[in-house]
């Protein structure tokens, strides 16, 4: 019977993105329908440098959390492969596969050390803030009556139970552990930045930008001029989208 | 009656991890190579930079995502987003790879090779019209570097470029690296396959350097395709080769790892502009390569 090139196609992605073609444990094993006769070794090869390309995206856009992973990421990866194979050629959807594989595996094996999880979706979060497209919006007199806000589109906002952000300055090769304190952060690209930043928020400005996740008029959110100052603050700061 | 070509211009591949750097150097190079998935997905900052650079300087645009070689219809809203790009980049032609990428449920993100047989060209032909009817300029086929075979192929690598582009009028983007790689991996000779390709059909020429990998399960070294190095000597005798029978627009430099390795990117362009202006007795007219201008 002849198989169709589509499925032998697929049997060789599947192949290719196994655990045992990356990692050799099934070496001998004959190959899938359709497979017989390629050079087995040749393929192996194939799965290590597809492999080793993915795990480059994944680690370029995660660098933090896999120095933190220390010497657990063998074993890690491995899971991973096995769990999440690729299924996006981006370096981002690669790299989400691996934060929500990790968060998954964080229900049965607490972070190592314990503000890893904070670290990873802070890195998530900013690789996701940098390649998104940015809004072309009008951005008109606050204090107008027409005025009206929402969050905006780009800005992520994280709860964080850990101070995790001088390792974001610092880097995390020196000793320093971060702070356990619950922390409320935004990562947004300020209004003359082309470059994602980290800020902490206090909490009830963290509560408010929950809040508005659909556009609101001015006049719905109270009459302090505070408000106002506030605003223009937050728009400054690429975490606010003012409309009329 | 002797025909004057100019001489093929001779850039790189637009990278935007050393983007500033290339901003900075654009006297070096004749054109850049834009790969157009990088203006699609890496976000508004990444894309500026590239469409800034329309009218500073030449560009090419190629691909990395069509994977026409899947078996699946192609992905037609991929196409007229590629289409917008290369017009918005003034692109004088689009290239991509003859291969897959992915199947359903799995993406490699890695070129892997066609059996290389009458019956997939004739499937291969069909998208490539497709392809021809939505992107307003030249479609170009690149030959990609692979490390294994389907057991199947009965047509050597050139037979099943030529049936490909005599069908369709496709040019080809002659990777002479990897030509060059595939012929030492698979043992077979890369003039014969570059006498088998009719004169004329090279529209663009890659070249890169590799490095030499060995694992305990191969039987002998593979030579890899990581554009991470100089572009060996040998790759360069074969650029010779098909400057003497083709007339290439570009020649354009990859390299995608040891980006910030500038002085062995800088040397490759002068190594490469020293092959073309050996030529200059021959069929080129090197007086009207030209500098990119930089008065924007």
């Known amino acids: 019977m002849t198989i169709r090139l589509l499925e032998r196609q697929i049997n060789l992605l599947e192949y290719l993105t196994s655990v045992g073609a990356i990692f050799g444990d099934d070496a001998n094993r004959p190959l899938k329908q359709g497979l017989q006769g390629i050079d087995q070794a040749s393929l192996r090869l194939e799965a290590c440098f597809s492999h080793e390309k993915r795990m480059e995206k994944i680690v370029a856009t995660l660098p933090r959390t896999f120095q933190l992973l220390k010497d657990d990421r063998p074993g890690i990866v491995r899971e991973f492969v096995e769990a999440c194979p690729s299924v996006d050629i981006r370096r981002i959807e690669n790299a989400r596969q691996f934060h929500g594989f990790m968060c998954t595996r964080w229900q049965a094996h607490p972070p190592e050390p314990p503000y890893l999880r904070d670290v990873a979706s802070c890195e998530l979060a900013i690789a996701s803030v940098r390649i998104r497209d940015k809004a072309q919006t009008s951005q008109p007199a606050i204090s107008g009556q027409g005025a009206r806000f929402r969050r905006h589109p780009d800005a992520v906002l994280l709860r964080c139970a850990y101070d995790i952000r001088p390792l974001f300055e610092r880097g995390v090769d020196t000793d320093d552990v971060a702070e356990r304190r619950d922390v409320t952060l935004a990562i947004a690209v300020p209004s003359r930045s082309d470059q994602p930043a980290i800020f902490e928020l206090s909490p009830p400005v963290f509560a408010l930008l929950e809040e508005l996740s659909s556009w609101t008029d001015r006049a719905g959110l109270g009459s302090q001029a505070e408000l106002d100052e506030l605003m223009v603050d937050l728009a400054k700061h690429g975490l606010l989208e003012v409309g009329s | ?296």
């Open chain 2, 1 to 296: 009656m002797t025909h004057f070509k100019p001489a093929p211009a001779v850039g790189i591949g637009y990278r935007s991890a050393i983007g500033d750097w290339t901003r900075d150097n654009l006297a070096h190079f004749d054109l850049l190579e834009i790969t157009v998935d990088h203006c699609m997905s890496s976000g508004d900052s990444v894309a500026s930079a590239i469409f800034d650079l329309v009218g500073r300087i030449p560009l090419t645009a190629h691909g990395i995502g069509l994977s026409i070689g899947t078996d699946v219809p192609l992905d037609l809203a991929y196409l007229d987003k590629v289409a917008a790009v290369v017009e918005r980049l003034q692109a004088p032609a689009y290239s991509e790879h003859l291969a897959f990428t992915r199947a359903p449920g799995r993406d490699l993100a890695n070129l892997l090779p066609l059996p290389r047989t009458e019956a997939v060209a004739e499937a291969i032909i069909a998208k490539v019209r497709i392809v021809q009817s939505r992107i307003s300029v030249p479609f170009l086929l690149e030959n990609i570097s692979y490390l294994f075979e389907w057991p199947e192929s009965d047509l050597t690598d050139a037979e099943f470029l030529n049936l490909i582009c005599r069908e369709t009028g496709a040019g080809l983007l002659l990777d002479v690296e990897n030509l060059y790689l595939n012929a030492h991996n698979h043992g077979f000779d890369p003039c014969a396959f570059l006498d088998d390709v009719p004169a004329g059909i090279v529209k663009e020429v890659h070249v890169a350097g590799g490095v030499a990998v060995r694992k305990d399960f191969l039987a002998r070294p593979f030579l890899a395709d990581s554009h991470s190095h100089p572009v060996p000597d040998a790759a360069l005798d074969l650029l010779d080769r098909v400057l003497t029978r083709h007339a290439p627009d570009t020649v354009v430099l990859e390299r995608d790892d040891r980006l910030h390795e500038f002085g062995e990117i800088l040397d490759d362009v002068r190594r490469i502009r020293s092959r073309i202006a050996a030529l200059s007795e021959g069929p080129y007219d090197n007086s009207l390569v030209g500098a990119a201008d930089q008065s924007a």
